[in-house]
């Protein structure tokens, strides 16, 4: 079983930033992948970014590409996303999502299996 929660977010202005946080409990969090996904009012849950447990690999959406970074610390239980120039459409609660075996698509929502329960994240125009 794993925990995840996540922090880290709030309301910022567009062009500002802000870093979430994913920590984990309960298993070996070194030897899961870890994705953020995110979900607007009247949308549904959109792939954001992933790293896999060896840290070498990172995917992203084409949508934060080059704004948003996903790196991780296993030391810590952790994973982090730092989002720059961030846009009002940014807007969403965020989740993050462990992947128990390494994934083939990082943005198949089904290839994690425990979710965190969302921190949500508000940029203004």
């Known amino acids: 079983q794993v925990q995840l929660v996540e922090s880290g977010g709030g309301l910022v202005q567009a062009g500002g930033s802000l870093r979430l946080s994913c920590a984990a409990s309960?298993?070996?969090?070194?030897?899961?992948?870890v994705g953020w996904f995110r979900q607007a009012p009247g949308k549904e849950r959109e792939f954001v970014a992933a790293?896999?447990?060896?840290?070498?690999?990172?995917d992203y959406a084409d949508s934060v590409k080059g704004r948003f970074t996903i790196s991780r610390d296993n030391a810590k239980n952790t994973v982090y996303l730092q989002m720059n120039s961030l846009k009002p459409e940014d807007t969403a609660v965020y989740y993050c999502?462990?992947?128990?075996?390494?994934?083939?698509?990082?943005?198949?929502?089904?290839?994690?299996?425990?979710w965190g329960q969302g921190t949500q994240v508000t940029v203004s125009s």
């Open positions: 790293i896999r447990w060896t840290a070498v690999s990172t």
């Open positions: 999502a462990a992947a128990i075996r390494p994934y083939r698509n990082a943005a198949g929502a089904w290839e994690y299996t425990y």
């Open positions: 309960g298993r070996a969090f070194s030897s899961l992948s």
